[in-house]
Protein backbone atom coordinates (compact mmCIF):
# COMPACT_ATOMS: atom_id res chain seq x y z
CA UNK A 1 0.00 0.00 0.00
CA UNK A 2 1.74 3.60 -0.77
CA UNK A 3 1.73 5.99 2.13
CA UNK A 4 3.06 9.12 1.61
CA UNK A 5 3.23 11.14 4.95
CA UNK A 6 4.48 15.10 5.14
CA UNK A 7 5.65 17.25 7.40
CA UNK A 8 7.73 20.45 8.80
CA UNK A 9 4.94 22.56 8.39
CA UNK A 10 4.07 25.55 10.31
CA UNK A 11 3.88 29.54 10.51
CA UNK A 12 6.88 31.69 9.83
CA UNK A 13 7.72 35.46 8.83
CA UNK A 14 8.07 36.28 5.47
CA UNK A 15 11.65 35.73 4.44
CA UNK A 16 12.11 32.86 6.69
CA UNK A 17 12.57 29.15 6.30
CA UNK A 18 11.03 25.93 6.46
CA UNK A 19 11.88 22.44 5.38
CA UNK A 20 8.94 19.60 4.72
CA UNK A 21 9.76 15.94 4.54
CA UNK A 22 7.48 13.29 2.37
CA UNK A 23 8.60 10.25 4.17
CA UNK A 24 7.18 6.83 1.31
CA UNK A 25 6.11 3.54 1.56
CA UNK A 26 5.12 0.56 -0.14
CA UNK A 27 6.57 1.22 -3.55
CA UNK A 28 9.88 1.19 -4.74
CA UNK A 29 10.49 4.87 -3.81
CA UNK A 30 14.04 5.21 -6.09
CA UNK A 31 12.33 4.88 -9.40
CA UNK A 32 9.52 7.59 -9.19
CA UNK A 33 9.59 11.11 -10.02
CA UNK A 34 8.29 12.80 -6.74
CA UNK A 35 6.59 16.35 -6.73
CA UNK A 36 5.43 18.87 -4.44
CA UNK A 37 2.29 20.49 -4.90
CA UNK A 38 0.43 23.24 -3.54
CA UNK A 39 -3.21 24.35 -2.76
CA UNK A 40 -4.10 27.86 -1.29
CA UNK A 41 -7.47 28.47 -0.12
CA UNK A 42 -9.82 29.27 -3.06
CA UNK A 43 -6.95 28.55 -6.00
CA UNK A 44 -6.41 25.64 -7.83
CA UNK A 45 -3.74 22.51 -6.76
CA UNK A 46 -0.14 24.28 -8.48
CA UNK A 47 2.86 22.12 -9.02
CA UNK A 48 5.69 23.34 -7.19
CA UNK A 49 8.39 21.12 -8.09
CA UNK A 50 9.62 17.72 -9.32
CA UNK A 51 12.35 15.54 -8.64
CA UNK A 52 13.36 12.59 -10.90
CA UNK A 53 14.80 9.14 -10.20
CA UNK A 54 18.55 9.61 -9.04
CA UNK A 55 17.69 13.19 -8.32
CA UNK A 56 20.06 14.31 -10.85
CA UNK A 57 16.80 16.52 -12.53
CA UNK A 58 15.16 19.18 -10.76
CA UNK A 59 12.12 21.25 -12.01
CA UNK A 60 10.67 24.02 -10.67
CA UNK A 61 7.25 26.48 -10.68
CA UNK A 62 8.26 29.70 -11.77
CA UNK A 63 7.08 31.23 -8.36
CA UNK A 64 9.23 29.66 -6.23
CA UNK A 65 12.80 29.03 -8.33
CA UNK A 66 15.44 30.46 -6.87
CA UNK A 67 14.08 29.86 -3.53
CA UNK A 68 12.92 26.69 -3.29
CA UNK A 69 14.70 23.06 -3.29
CA UNK A 70 13.55 19.93 -3.87
CA UNK A 71 15.51 16.72 -2.75
CA UNK A 72 15.59 13.24 -2.13
CA UNK A 73 17.22 10.79 0.06
CA UNK A 74 16.63 7.18 -1.80
CA UNK A 75 17.96 5.06 1.35
CA UNK A 76 15.09 6.93 3.64
CA UNK A 77 12.46 6.57 1.17
CA UNK A 78 12.27 10.69 2.08
CA UNK A 79 11.78 13.69 -0.35
CA UNK A 80 12.14 17.32 0.57
CA UNK A 81 11.20 20.98 0.12
CA UNK A 82 13.47 23.38 1.57
CA UNK A 83 11.95 26.36 1.28
CA UNK A 84 13.63 29.48 1.84
CA UNK A 85 12.84 33.34 1.40
CA UNK A 86 9.37 32.65 1.98
CA UNK A 87 6.35 35.05 1.05
CA UNK A 88 2.49 35.30 1.97
CA UNK A 89 1.62 34.33 -1.27
CA UNK A 90 3.75 30.82 -0.10
CA UNK A 91 0.95 30.41 1.88
CA UNK A 92 -0.55 26.93 1.18
CA UNK A 93 -1.03 23.10 1.92
CA UNK A 94 1.78 21.26 0.41
CA UNK A 95 1.44 18.15 -0.67
CA UNK A 96 3.95 14.77 -1.64
CA UNK A 97 2.76 12.97 -4.89
CA UNK A 98 3.58 10.08 -6.89
CA UNK A 99 1.96 9.11 -10.43
CA UNK A 100 -0.92 7.23 -9.86
CA UNK A 101 -2.83 9.78 -8.02
CA UNK A 102 -1.22 8.93 -4.66
CA UNK A 103 -0.89 11.67 -2.34
CA UNK A 104 0.21 12.69 1.20
CA UNK A 105 -2.32 14.03 3.58
CA UNK A 106 -0.66 17.52 3.35
CA UNK A 107 0.95 20.06 5.98
CA UNK A 108 -0.04 23.48 6.07
CA UNK A 109 2.49 26.52 5.64
CA UNK A 110 1.80 30.02 7.04
CA UNK A 111 3.79 32.73 6.18
CA UNK A 112 2.26 35.85 7.56
CA UNK A 113 4.16 38.54 10.19
Known amino acids: QVQLVESGGGLVQPGGSLRLSCVAS????????MRWYRQAPGKERELVAL????????NYADSVKGRFTISRDDAKNTVYLQMNSLKAEDTAVYYC??????WGQGTQVTVSS
Open 97 to 102: SRLGGF
Open 51 to 58: ITPGGSGR
Open 26 to 33: GFIFSIYV
